[in-house]
């Protein structure tokens, strides 16, 4: 039986490199909220060219998402 760390990572693993970008905001958004930890300025500067690429337009929605899993 896989943990649920071990699934997260299988899934993660095939995920497009377009969701990949919104999976990371996600996962350090959760870090930061839950775990009281500091965001490093890599981290932080992650989530700005995340945030400034979802405020242009650069990304897909849940339709488009599973339309290309197909």
């Known amino acids: 039986m896989m943990t649920i760390k071990e ?3 299988q899934e993660v693993d095939i995920f497009p490199e ?7 905001d996600f996962v350090l958004f959760l870090k930061s ?10 981290e ?3 989530i ?3 945030q400034s690429a979802y405020n242009l337009g650069d990304y ?11």
């Open 7 to 9: 699934k997260l990572l």
């Open 18 to 24: 377009s969701l990949l970008v919104e999976t990371l």
């Open 33 to 42: 909220r839950y775990l009281d930890t500091e965001i490093s300025s890599e």
């Open 44 to 46: 932080q500067d992650i």
């Open 48 to 50: 700005a060219a995340s």
């Open 60 to 70: 897909i929605n849940l339709d488009q998402y599973e339309a290309n899993q197909v």
